[in-house]
């Protein structure tokens, strides 16, 4: 399965907003509100950050939103903070026999 | 919400191991569950998907035939029986909660996972 398109590495400074892009196709980020995004401390299990495109979990920080245009979808982290720091990654719904596909991740980098 | 895999290990190519996943905390028979593994140094990787009764299944194309996900909703468990194990199937394996019992409608993501086994295959 192809993977969706992140960029390797975004970094920023405290209080700085970054923005990270997840670059797939019409069968799955630009055919469905379906793309979540998750972050990944080192060691640890991913934990879901947003869903449906631009929706938070109970509990996520309002600095994290995401939207979508086209066949990217894009999550933003306002006010960075050094917690922030973490490996992020997207994923969407895919209309194949394979449901799901992820993307191939992004390193954020608090500066 | 609790998730506890277990079962990893080392097997051989072509060889076969069994993964399970200890849920508590919610409604288990409620939910799908899926598997998602992570190659060393890798990004994250959908395996296979079962529907909350265990009647609807999906796997990645490349587990197809290899691997076979079922669940004991009494047992409150989630399985994932590996076969012909390949190089390739060397990562941690999660078990991922849907939020909904359902795999062919929305919603599409997971909401809580577990910390994860490794399996590692070589000879």
């Known amino acids: 399965q192809s993977a969706l398109t992140q960029p390797a590495s975004v970094s920023g400074s405290p209080g700085q907003s970054i923005t990270i892009s997840c670059t797939g196709t019409?069968?799955?980020?630009?055919?469905?509100?379906?793309v979540s995004w998750y972050q990944q401390h080192p060691g640890k299990a991913p934990k879901l950050m947003i869903f449906?495109?631009?929706n938070r979990p109970s509990g996520v920080s309002d600095r994290f939103s995401g939207s979508k245009s086209g066949n990217t979808a894009s999550l933003t982290i306002s006010g960075l903070q050094a917690e922030d720091e973490a490996d992020y990654y997207c994923?969407?719904?895919?209309?194949?026999?394979?449901?799901?596909?992820f993307g191939t991740g992004t390193k954020v980098t608090v500066l | 919400v609790q998730l506890l895999e277990s079962g990893g290990g080392l097997a051989q190519p072509g060889g076969s191991l069994s993964l399970s996943c200890a849920a508590s905390?919610?409604?288990?028979?409620?939910?799908?569950m899926s598997w998602v593994r992570q190659a060393p140094g890798k990004g994250l990787e959908w395996v296979s998907i079962?529907?909350?009764?265990?009647?609807?299944?999906y796997y990645e194309d490349s587990v197809k035939g290899r691997f076979t996900i079922s669940r004991e909703n009494p047992k409150n468990t989630l399985y994932l029986q590996m076969n012909s194990l390949r190089a390739e199937d060397t990562a941690v394996y999660y078990c991922?909660?849907?939020?909904?019992?359902?795999?062919?409608?929305?919603?599409?993501?997971?909401?809580?996972w577990g910390q994860g086994t490794v399996v590692t295959v070589s000879s």
């Open positions: 079962i529907s909350g009764s265990g009647g609807s299944i």
């Open positions: 449906d495109v631009n």
């Open positions: 019409s069968s799955d980020v630009g055919g469905y509100n379906y």
């Open positions: 994923s969407s719904y895919r209309s194949s026999s394979t449901l799901y596909v």
């Open positions: 991922a909660k849907s939020p909904s019992a359902l795999t062919w409608l929305p919603p599409y993501y997971f909401d809580f």
């Open positions: 905390g919610f409604p288990f028979s409620n939910h799908a």
